[in-house]
């Protein structure tokens, strides 16, 4: 059985959602109040709740298609989360022990502050590709994994002159194996909790 399917959960209950980025931190209290946080993860998951999504028949029939066809939470799919889902100018990884492959990311930037996040899942139709204020052209310069986002050229293009912008998904699953659903009147539909969950590539 495919484990990941690349599927767009439908963007119309998407929209809406709740949820975003989570760290895990431990955090130790001493008997004076001082406080020793410790980061346990370097790189962060993500969460979402679309139980606001669902709002007519229509939505909730794509809703329990998608939770079959996914078999709960055996099987991963593509998640929009419309609060970051936008690159721009985005200097690229090189991928290692290759000179022409590159991987997609997205940079945060506060101060001298930086996080760099991993891109597996672009959007290929948004994808623009440029090197030194050139724009390229897929499949004659350059070919896009669209699910690793791993970026192969055929020129002698260099990182970090080679820089791309993009929409791009979260590979999420569900985060529960039932699915709750009631009809609370005539055409009224509503789910107790619609959970997903980021998975780590």
């Given amino acids: 059985m495919n484990d990941f399917l690349e599927i767009s959960f439908p963007s119309d209950i998407s929209y809406g959602s709740t949820g975003g980025t989570e760290y895990l931190t431990t955090v130790l209290v001493t008997s004076d109040g001082q406080e020793q946080r410790y980061s346990k993860w370097q790189k962060p998951?993500?969460?979402?709740?679309?139980?606001?999504?669902?709002?007519?028949?229509?939505?909730?029939?794509?809703l329990i298609?998608?939770?079959?066809?996914?078999?709960?939470?055996?099987?991963?799919f593509r998640f929009k989360d419309w609060s970051d889902f936008t690159a721009s100018k985005q200097p690229l990884l090189p991928v290692?022990?290759?000179s022409n492959k590159f991987q997609l990311c997205k940079t945060y930037t506060l101060g001298n502050n930086n996080i760099t996040r991993v891109i597996t899942k672009p959007v290929s139709a948004t994808l623009v590709m440029e090197y030194q204020e050139k724009v390229l052209i897929a499949?004659?310069?350059?070919?896009v994994d669209c699910a690793t986002g791993i970026i192969t050229v055929k020129g002698e293009y260099q990182q970090p002159t080679l820089k791309a912008s993009f929409e791009f998904d979260v590979p999420v699953?569900?985060?529960?194996d039932i699915l709750e659903a009631s009809l609370d009147a005539r055409g009224i539909h509503s789910c107790k909790t619609i959970s997903l969950v980021e998975i780590k590539i």
């Fill in 96 to 98: 290692a022990n290759s």
């Fill in 173 to 176: 699953r569900f985060d529960n």
């Fill in 45 to 62: 998951r993500r969460r979402y709740n679309v139980i606001h999504g669902v709002k007519n028949a229509a939505q909730m029939e794509e």
């Fill in 139 to 143: 499949n004659q310069d350059y070919e």
């Fill in 65 to 76: 298609t998608f939770f079959h066809i996914c078999r709960g939470r055996a099987v991963g």
